[in-house]
């Protein structure tokens, strides 16, 4: 059996896009030979989280919000938060995934990813675009 080990250092800010690529390589033909990497090189900005955020189901933007007031917890303390089980969350943040792809934007970032302490956080852009959507309310 075949075994890879990547080390990656750095800021996650710098390294996130390359990280985000790392699932999506494609056209492995040989052992040792990989296919093309195309990095989009967009990166999110307010208005393109907003574009996302306005289209997320309401059950996805409740579970973001409270991951956004809350990246600080671990996983459990998360659900204990919200209130919901791990497979509630997860059937809500599928429209997070659904918005990605209908706003073509697949291949950016992803904003949500697992934190220093067991749960999930969010990219600093999208953390505070949450934050700031929630206080005008």
Do not use: C
């Not at 710098?14 to 790392?22: P, R, Y």
């Not at 990095?39 to 996302?52: A, D, H, Y």
């Not at 007031?69 to 671990?74: G, L, P, R, T």
Request: no cysteine; net charge negative.
């Amino acid at each position: 059996m075949s075994k890879i080990t990547i080390t990656i250092e750095g800021d996650m800010e710098e390294l996130g896009t390359i990280l985000g690529k790392l699932g999506e390589l494609k056209d492995v033909k040989e052992p040792g030979k990989l296919g093309k990497v195309v990095l989009t090189g967009e990166e999110w900005t307010r208005e393109r989280v907003l574009s996302v955020w306005n289209d997320l189901s309401e059950k996805a933007k409740t579970v973001l919000g409270i991951i956004a007031q809350n990246d600080d917890k671990s996983w459990d303390e998360q659900l204990r938060i919200i209130g919901w089980t791990g497979s509630e969350v997860g059937g809500s943040l599928s429209s997070l995934g659904a918005q990605l792809r209908n706003h073509s934007l697949k291949g950016i970032t992803a904003p949500l990813f697992d934190s220093k302490v067991g749960g999930y956080s969010l990219l600093p852009i999208w953390k505070e675009t949450i934050l700031n959507e929630n206080e005008e309310i």
